[in-house]
């Protein structure tokens, strides 16, 4: 996978935000901490999401 800060400042805000609800769950914010929730599937689905669809892949090796 290539890496996401190679690429990050050439991705929309809209495609930055989705990709930031894909993989955190929630932030909590306290006077004395900073708490990140990670969604446990999130890297899993962004990946799933990057991989070339199987169909794709094949259809562009044959042409």
């Known amino acids: 996978m290539t ?3 190679n690429i990050w400042d050439q ?3 809209a495609e930055q ?4 609800k894909l993989l955190i769950e929630k932030v ?3 006077p004395t ?3 990140v ?3 446990p599937n999130g890297i899993e689905r962004l990946v799933l999401e990057l991989r070339p669809e199987p169909a ?8």
């Open 17 to 20: 935000t989705r990709i930031f």
């Open 37 to 39: 929730r990670l969604r």
């Open 33 to 35: 901490d900073l708490e």
């Open 3 to 5: 890496r996401i800060d």
């Open 56 to 63: 794709k892949e094949a259809a562009e090796v044959t042409a």
């Open 28 to 30: 909590i914010v306290s």
């Open 11 to 13: 991705l929309f805000p």
